[in-house]
């Protein structure tokens, strides 16, 4: 079972949640960056790494059993504010195909640099999966 926080009389956040109710089996996702399988970076673009973490952040909740619309939290680590805000829209586009209209609570937050040096942005995310 999942609730969204929506205290009376607050604006509707965009893109994400202002907290999230839930109960069920919990799934931790470590930090996905934007390289493939085999620890390569296809994309060098911001919206192409962001696009392919979350693909490697549905990989690894597939082997839990969970989807996306399990995902209660995610953090996101971002090497350029600048960058991440200019690329809202594509980010969008890759969200919803990848993750769905499902807005979990989120965080963002500009970093100094990642341990990947071509790593642009690194996303982190916990799910709970509903008992059955």
């Known amino acids: 079972m999942m609730q969204i926080l929506q205290p009376p009389g607050w604006a509707r956040p965009r893109g994400y949640s202002n907290g999230i109710a839930a109960s069920g089996r919990l799934v931790f996702v470590s930090g996905m960056i934007g390289w493939d399988a085999e620890c390569r970076f296809k994309a060098r673009d911001f919206a192409g790494q962001v696009r392919q973490a979350l693909l490697n952040v549905a990989a690894v909740l597939a082997e839990a059993g969970a989807r996306p619309e399990?995902?209660?939290?995610?953090?996101?680590?971002?090497?350029?504010?600048?960058?991440?805000?200019?690329?809202?829209a594509a980010i969008g586009e890759a969200y919803r195909e990848i993750i769905g209209r499902h807005y979990p609570a989120m965080t963002a937050v500009q970093v100094m640099a990642l341990v990947e040096d071509e790593a642009k942005v690194e996303i982190e995310v916990t799910a709970v999966v509903p008992e059955k």
Do not use: A, G, L
């Open 70 to 88: 399990h995902i209660v939290r995610m953090t996101w680590y971002v090497v350029d504010k600048q960058e991440y805000v200019s690329s809202y």
